[in-house]
Structure formats: C-alpha cells, structure tokens
C-alpha cells in the first residue's frame, strides 16, 4: 500500500491535491454534510450546535481577555478594570465573556434535559453520555476557577468556601486543600495556578467535545421518538437540512446572548463583586453564580459536611450511572406515560433548589431544599429503577417515516437522499 | 403525581412569597428615575459635571476613584483646556526623583485622579474606617444608584432608644443604620456655574450621576453598538428562517 494517495472525489485541484494525501475534506463531508441525520428533530437539538459556538466564543473572548489581564492578586482587579475601561471594546469582550459563562450553562441544561426527556443515554448512547457528563464537570470547574479571576469579594470568598470542602475529606482532606490553595490561604498562588488552569481547560474541553460528536457518528443521533432509524426513508443529509435548522437557533440564541451583553451586562452578575477581595471582610452572604446554586442548596441542606459534599458531588456524579439506573427499554418520554409527568418533578426539585441556593439555609429554606434534594435523588436512585418494570409503555411506531406521515399526511414525501448544495 | 406536584409547587411559592418580610432590615431604597435608565438612557451630561464638581470639592476629600484618569472626563464633554486645568491644579505622584525620592508634580490629563490618601492603610488611620473608592460605588452595592442616593439623602437623627456606637451616625438607608461616614451634603456644599439648585437632593443627584458614568464609562456607546447588533440579528434571524423553510419544503417533517 505504500505511496497511495486516497481517494478523492473533489474536483477543486487545490482541495483534491491535499485530500488525497490527508482526507479531512473527504472526512468533513462525510460527518457533517451528507451524515444522515434523523428527519424528526425538533428544536431541541439545536443545543448541540449552540454549545459548540458558545464554547468557540467563549475561548476567543476568553484569550483576548489574557492579553490583558493580571493573575496577580494585587493587580487582577484593576487589570479588569483597565480592560472595561481603558482597553478598545474591551468591555465588549470581557460581557461577552461573563455573560457568555451564563449562556453556557442555560444551553448545556437545556441539551441535557433533552438527553434524559428523550432518552438519548440509552444502548447504543452510554458512552457517548457519560462523555457528556465529563464535559459538564469540565465546565463546571472551569466556570470556577474563572469566576475566581476578577478577584472580588466573590471571588475570593466563593473560592474559599469551595476550595475548603475538599478539607471534609478525613485525613487527606486538609493536604488536600493547602495543596489546592498552594499556601495555607486562597492568596496570589492561588490565583496564578487558576489562571493557568483556566485557560488549559477549555483545550482540554474541546478535546472531549471532539470525542462526544465522535462517538455520536458512530452510533448517530437519537431523535424525538426515540426509536432507530431503519431507512434511508427516516433521515435527511445533514447539510443543508440541520445547518440551516441549527442556524435559525444560533441567530436566536446569539440575539438572546446580545440582549444581555448590551442591555443588561450586570442582570446575572452579584454586585459584591464590583468590590476588591478584602480577606479580612466576609460578605453577608456568599452565594455562587446561579448556574451553581442547586448544588450549592444540596450541600448546604445537610448538616453534616462530609454528607453535604458527597451528596453535592454526588448529584453529577449519579448521571454517570443513569443509562443503567433507567431500566425502561423505551427511549422517547413520549412513549412513557409516567415518566412524560414525573420528569416535570425533577425539573422542579432542580428549580426549587436553585431559589434555595440564592437563600441563606434558614427557616422555609432548610426543609424546602432537604425535600427537593430528596426527591432529585429519589428520582435517580429509586423512581428510574421501578418505572421502567412497571410502567405500561404506548405503542412504538414503526418507523420515523411512517409516524410523520401519519401525524402530518400529505403527499409522500419524496427521495431525500443527499441532496446537492444549491449554488447562488 | 398531580397532587405531588401541587404540593411541591405551593411549598415553593409560598417560601418565596415570605423571603421579603424575613431578609430586610435597612429599608429598601427607593427608587428615581435617572436619565440612563432604559436601552436608549443616556447620561445627562450637565447633571454629571455638576456631579464631578461634587464629587471634587466634597467626596473627594475622603474617597479615592482610582480607576479613572483626568482625561476620561472627556466623557462628561469637559473640553480638553478644562480637563488639563482640572489636573493640573492637583499634585500627584510623579515617580521617583534623581535622589531616589518619591516626587509630586501637578497633574497632566494622563495622571490618575488623586487620591486623597496614599494607601488604604493611611485612610483608616486618619478617619478609622477606609473610606471605599468609587470607581464602581454604583456597581457594587444591591440598588445601585438609588441606594447611594439613598444614603446620600438618609441621614437623621437617631430614633429615640436607638444605640449608636461611637464614631457612627445613623442612616436610614444603611444595612444597620450605623455608617461611619459622618453625612457629606448638607445643601450649599458647592455652588454651580449655571446656578442649578444645590439643596441636598439636588447635590445628591448629581453626583450620583457622575458615579453612575464613572462606573459605567463606555454605556452610550454599549447601547448603540447594542441597537444594530440586535437589528442585524433580527433581519438573520427572519432570513434565516426562510432559509430553513426553503431548504426544508421537500420533505415531510
């Protein structure tokens, strides 16, 4: 085989002459223009799509920001300063990257209540799930560690109060957190080493983000009846049928992202922020950015401190094992006439513990978030299990074809094998 | 499960209804209206160098505003002979001297504001409390400008049975009602070129809108760029709209 070229069906001479050699193109448009996709989307999987964009944003933003930002502690803050003020558009850039963190997480929610409203951890799709829940915990720590760079009041308390839950570990718990902190206090090694690992793991991000669409072409994609494709009948061409169904979602999305970034740069942000870290004055109340506050409530509603940490890292952990804790067969919620209710209790525990999150753990607070964290875990642990044996499911449609034509009617539709792109 | 979810959903509720009565101590301040208010608000530019006269001959004795520099001024239309006036009547830190020695010098439009203390350390020293900087005053506290407005205006005389400790006064507006801040306006506190009224609220106004501009120096041109961002994502939005139906009207979906 030695010194063959691959096969090419590119006529551009330029584009052929690299893809025999090294097939990307041949590559892209077999995953991303003629990959066939189920024809039954809704716009809930558009979510996908838009947290790629956001993270390519984010990390755009996110290196202009570096430019001219200062992971010292004596000069982080004004550095942030410097850039709204006195840095060309860097006020622009910098909203876009704190507001951008928010738009981040409401699209990841979103996709990740369409994965469980439809199913789409289950065989063939763990893997690819469990991918995703890495990615979440990614996020999550990279969410952290940025909010710690502004180096306000927030930041620094949040960063403390955080850091030091890893010390309700026994024994290592304390060795532990002196070697987070990289001193016996949040101070500037601190900062530096956050800043260093804030800026490595949105990298490490889109190298997990790559193994997620992988291993989603591999299996393909779930879709809103939860059943499997059986024939070229049930898919379109991704291209030009998704990427112009995904572009109507990231123009929305986008509009949505500006209307913060320009008319509300401080809606989703705690004014204690707005004001130098000072160690020796804690705030009234330290409270996480919103996108935390569930897990914040969970840790908080347990009295014991190692209990309230296991069950806060807990609660992501838990979707680790979620395709095996749901033992119904049946994908689509659609089908689950039980679960197509319950699920909606699920989302209100995790809306409950949010407005807990935002509250100090006090009166109604306490048993509010105690019975909302209950129920979350009951969901996973107790309710999944039992729903899938005793839950009578409706019946499947045959095919993705067969159940739009029977819900739209109309004429047949016709061949939509790949189509080719229109030229202007 | 209807029921389950009723329950859930009244608990909720009802907590949030009984938050309001339960956190607040210090009396909500209430709210004005300011000419940024609003996606198309912008600074009233006469009320914001009347505020930075304010600022300049009152707050500035105690409070520093150390990220801003003469020139930003520019932003509330001083001119360019006013703004190397203003800097020049102050001294400012000018580095180091040829012995080494830390040196003074009048200031250019390039200086940062002066700071009326050296170091934080300084400031407690003289006055017990350092005072804060009010770069991003508006920014950084819950109410923003009606709570500064609030305070500005919030001074009184101590119930009857209230205990103050020493060295505060009392405030209706703040968190306590015990501020260190002995109260800055008492009306007359400057007097204005263009013979605006100079009654506390007054005063108070002013200044608060040239903290608001202060802390939020680039808004104007925010909402601008805001304006076309949001059209132009409007119009992509409804093309691309027809995009999709287009692309889509051969197949049954």
């Known amino acids: 085989m030695a010194g063959q070229l691959h096969d090419s069906d590119f006529k551009n001479p330029v584009i052929q002459w690299i893809d025999t050699r090294l097939p990307i193109f041949t590559m892209m448009q077999k995953e991303y223009a003629v990959f066939p996709t189920p024809k039954n989307f809704n716009y809930f999987w558009n979510f996908g799509a838009l947290a790629v964009v956001t993270l390519v944003i984010m990390i755009v933003t996110g290196i202009l920001?570096?430019?001219?930002?200062?992971?010292?502690?004596?000069?982080?803050?004004?550095?942030?300063?410097?850039?709204?003020?006195?840095?060309?558009?860097?006020?622009?850039?910098?909203?876009?990257?704190?507001?951008?963190?928010?738009?981040?997480?409401?699209?990841?929610?979103?996709?990740?209540?369409?994965?469980?409203?439809?199913?789409?951890?289950?065989?063939?799709?763990?893997?690819?799930?469990?991918?995703g829940v890495v990615i979440l915990l990614l996020m999550m720590a990279t969410a952290f560690m940025g909010y710690v760079l502004p180096w306000g009041q927030m930041s620094y308390w949040g960063a403390t109060v955080i850091t030091n839950l890893f010390s309700a570990f026994p024994i290592v718990?304390?060795?532990?957190?002196?070697?987070?902190?990289?001193?016996?206090?949040?101070?500037?090694?601190?900062?530096?080493?956050?800043?260093?690992?804030?800026?490595?793991?949105?990298?490490?991000?889109?190298?997990?983000?790559?193994?997620?669409?992988?291993?989603?072409?591999?299996?393909?994609?779930?879709?809103?009846?939860?059943?499997?494709?059986?024939?070229?009948?049930?898919?379109?061409?991704?291209?030009?049928?998704?990427?112009?169904?995904?572009?109507?979602?990231?123009?929305?999305?986008?509009?949505?992202?500006?209307?913060?970034?320009?008319?509300?740069?401080?809606?989703?942000?705690?004014?204690?922020?707005?004001?130098?870290?000072?160690?020796?004055?804690?705030?009234?109340?330290?409270?996480?950015?919103?996108?935390?506050?569930?897990?914040?409530?969970?840790?908080?509603?347990?009295?014991?401190?190692?209990?309230?940490?296991?069950?806060?890292?807990?609660?992501?952990?838990?979707?680790?094992?979620?395709?095996?804790?749901?033992?119904?067969?049946?994908?689509?919620?659609?089908?689950?006439?039980i679960y197509r209710r319950e699920i909606w209790l699920l989302v209100l525990a995790v809306f409950g513990l949010g407005i807990c999150g935002a509250h100090k753990p006090e009166g109604i607070w306490v048993p509010l978030s105690r019975l909302c964290a209950l129920y979350y875990y009951l969901h996973f642990l107790v309710i999944l299990p039992l729903l899938g044996k005793f839950e009578r499911p409706l019946p499947l449609p045959e095919s993705i074809s067969k159940a739009v034509l029977r819900r739209g009617g109309g004429p047949l539709p016709q061949g939509v094998a790949a189509k080719p792109m229109e030229k202007a | 499960m209807r029921a389950v979810a009723s329950y859930f959903a009244a608990l909720l509720l009802g907590a949030i209804a009984a938050t309001p009565a339960m956190a607040q101590e210090a009396p909500v301040p209430p709210p004005q209206q300011w000419s940024w208010q609003g996606p198309f608000g912008t600074y009233d530019l006469a009320d914001a160098q009347r505020g930075f006269q304010v600022y300049k001959d009152v707050c500035s004795n105690c409070h520093s505003m150390n990220n801003l520099h003469y020139r930003d001024l520019a932003g509330i239309a001083l001119s360019e002979d006013q703004i190397k006036a203003i800097a020049a009547s102050v001294q400012v830190p000018q580095g180091l001297d040829d012995q080494g020695n830390p040196k003074d010098g009048p200031g250019t439009p390039a200086s940062m504001f002066r700071a009326p203390f050296a170091n934080p350390e300084a400031a407690k020293a003289a006055l017990k409390v350092a005072p804060p900087d009010l770069s991003n005053i508006i920014n950084a506290r819950e109410g923003g400008p009606d709570y500064v407005y609030a305070i500005l205006n919030g001074f009184t005389p101590a119930p009857p049975g209230f205990k103050l400790a020493e060295g505060s006064n009392y405030n209706e507006y703040f968190p306590?009602?015990?501020?260190?801040?002995?109260?800055?306006?008492?009306?007359?506190?400057?007097?204005?070129?263009?013979?605006?009224?100079?009654?506390?609220?007054?005063?108070?106004?002013?200044?608060?809108?040239?903290?608001?501009?202060?802390a939020d120096p680039h808004m104007v041109q925010r909402k601008q760029i805001g304006w076309r961002v949001v059209l132009f994502l409007v119009v992509m939005t409804g093309l691309t709209y027809a995009v999709k139906r287009q692309v889509w009207s051969d197949v049954e979906h």
């Open chain 1, 173 to 337: 718990g304390h060795g532990i957190v002196t070697w987070l902190w990289g001193g016996f206090s949040v101070a500037n090694p601190t900062l530096n080493r956050f800043f260093a690992l804030h800026y490595l793991l949105p990298f490490v991000l889109v190298g997990v983000v790559f193994l997620h669409v992988a291993a989603l072409h591999i299996v393909g994609s779930n879709n809103p009846l939860g059943i499997d494709v059986k024939s070229p009948q049930d898919t379109v061409p991704f291209h030009p049928y998704y990427t112009a169904k995904d572009s109507i979602g990231i123009c929305i999305f986008l509009l949505i992202w500006a209307i913060f970034v320009f008319f509300a740069p401080h809606a989703l942000s705690d004014p204690n922020n707005s004001i130098p870290a000072n160690p020796l004055q804690t705030p009234e109340d330290i409270v996480p950015e919103w996108y935390f506050l569930p897990f914040y409530a969970i840790l908080r509603s347990i009295p014991n401190k190692l209990a309230g940490v296991c069950l806060m890292f807990g609660s992501i952990l838990v979707l680790f094992v979620l395709p095996w804790l749901d033992t119904s067969p049946v994908r689509s919620a659609r089908f689950r006439p």
């Open chain 2, 176 to 214: 306590g009602h015990q501020i260190a801040m002995p109260q800055p306006l008492h009306g007359g506190d400057v007097t204005f070129a263009d013979g605006a009224p100079n009654t506390i609220p007054a005063e108070a106004h002013d200044v608060v809108t040239f903290l608001a501009w202060a």
């Open chain 1, 65 to 131: 920001l570096a430019m001219s930002y200062q992971p010292n502690t004596e000069l982080a803050f004004d550095s942030v300063q410097h850039i709204m003020r006195d840095v060309n558009y860097g006020w622009m850039i910098r909203y876009i990257h704190q507001n951008g963190a928010s738009m981040f997480f409401i699209v990841t929610y979103i996709h990740i209540f369409r994965g469980m409203y439809y199913g789409s951890y289950k065989k063939p799709r763990e893997l690819l799930w469990m991918l």
